[in-house]
């Protein structure tokens, strides 16, 4: 192995567990997490990047500051924070989402996206329960919590790999393959352009995990077949 390169990661991690002993130390009193510590991870999380991907990353923090992340990030008081930002270079897209949940609660008590506040009452609500299932289910405490806990600080997208074709009462398996490929087509070429940062904030347990991720060589993608008709 290069000894630079080992003496980066070596320094890399080093950096890391100082910042986390930081967050123990400058939370055991209040026990929630400050933005602002928070924050220093994803500065040393920067410093590793090449300079290709370090100015887009960049451009993930500085769109951040405009929709006041940090103020929600400390005035709501919760058991975990979970946070998705992302910029699609080819549209110039920028997308900030805030999950804010307590211990017990499968549901979110706070949800943002983009800055608005979403209604609870209406944006988990569905009528149909398969659909639901296969979609806001993941944004969820238990899946959100397994999906986060196991990120690396720097890392190829994790992104949604499920396809869903709905189809009517009568089967057309050839235009649901079609559709499928479409489908596809469309999700490769969006994440082909998007880079994305990915946050965890156990408050309960000190812990904090960040993410930085570049596209992928090679996306896999699950397609399930969906009949509303039968969804009751």
């Known amino acids: 192995m290069d000894v630079q390169r080992l003496l980066g990661e070596i320094s890399f991690k080093l950096k890391t567990f100082l910042l986390l002993l930081l967050i123990s130390c400058l939370n055991c009193a ?5 933005y602002n510590v928070v924050d220093s991870i994803y500065q040393a999380n920067l410093d590793q990047l090449n300079k290709i991907e370090q100015p887009i990353f960049k451009k993930i923090l500085t769109k951040r500051k405009h929709a006041h992340l940090q103020k ?3 005035t709501n008081k919760c058991d975990y924070t979970f946070i998705y930002e992302s910029y699609d270079l080819t549209k110039k897209a920028f997308m900030l989402s805030e999950y804010y949940f ?3 609660d499968s549901l979110p008590v706070a949800v943002f996206h983009n800055k608005i506040k979403m209604d ?3 944006y988990y609500y569905d009528d149909y329960e398969d659909y639901f299932s296969l979609t806001r289910y993941y944004e969820t405490l238990k899946p959100m919590y397994y999906k986060y806990n196991r990120l690396l600080p720097y ?3 994790s992104y949604d790999s499920l396809i869903i074709v709905q189809a009517g009462c009568v089967v057309w398996e050839e235009y649901e393959k079609e559709s499928a490929e479409k489908m596809i087509k469309v999700k490769e070429a969006k994440l082909n352009g998007t880079y994305q940062i990915l946050t965890m904030i156990d408050h309960r347990n000190k812990k904090v995990i960040v993410s930085f991720q570049i596209p992928a060589n090679k996306y896999n993608f699950k397609v399930r077949r969906y009949n509303p008709v039968w969804d009751f």
Do not use: M
């Open 30 to 34: 209040t026990g929630q997490v400050k």
């Open 120 to 122: 609870l009452a209406t």
């Open 72 to 74: 929600r990030v400390d």
């Open 102 to 104: 307590n211990q017990n």
């Open 155 to 157: 890392q190829t997208l």
